[in-house]
């Protein structure tokens, strides 16, 4: 899913094998946009939408603003996109979630990191009718 933050942006959902990098988004309305967000390398203007449950690997550690304009790096490489928050109107859902259970907000995140979709989740399916066992034909 995209944050309510990027209804203004052109966007397509993930794709496995997808190639990303964290890039912020500029509203059109406003000067400046907190909305840090995935692109695909080569469409630097195109969200890529994230569903809960898709896991990322970056090339690197994966890292946050610090300070003095120093990247401060969390000792991971890999994220499960998950949504938080989602009772609170008008703020943003989409994080990342570490192996040892940290949550990152995406908007926390430094711009210009890459990483590869790696898995996609799997998306709830109606169930199958229930079909009778065959009879065995040999006697």
């Not at 397509?12 to 840090?36: C, E, I, Q």
């Not at 890292?63 to 000792?75: N, Q, T, V």
Request: hydrophobic share 35%; net charge positive.
């Amino acid at each position: 899913m995209c944050d309510y933050s990027l209804e203004h942006v052109a966007s397509r959902p993930a794709k496995l094998g997808d190639r990303l990098t964290t890039t912020r988004f500029r509203n059109p309305y406003t000067m400046f946009s907190p909305t840090v967000g995935f692109c695909a390398v080569d469409e630097p203007d195109t969200a890529v939408c994230l569903l809960p449950g898709t896991e990322i690997a970056f090339d690197r550690e994966i890292e946050l603003p610090g300070a003095f304009w120093m990247r401060r790096r969390l000792g991971a490489k890999l994220g499960r996109f998950r949504r938080v928050q989602e009772g609170r109107l008008y703020t943003h859902h989409d994080a990342l979630e570490l192996s040892d259970g940290r949550r990152v907000m995406l908007t926390a995140l430094c711009e210009g990191q890459r990483a590869t979709v790696l898995q996609l989740p799997v998306l709830a399916q109606e169930p199958r009718p229930v079909t009778e066992p065959r009879k065995s034909t040999v006697t």
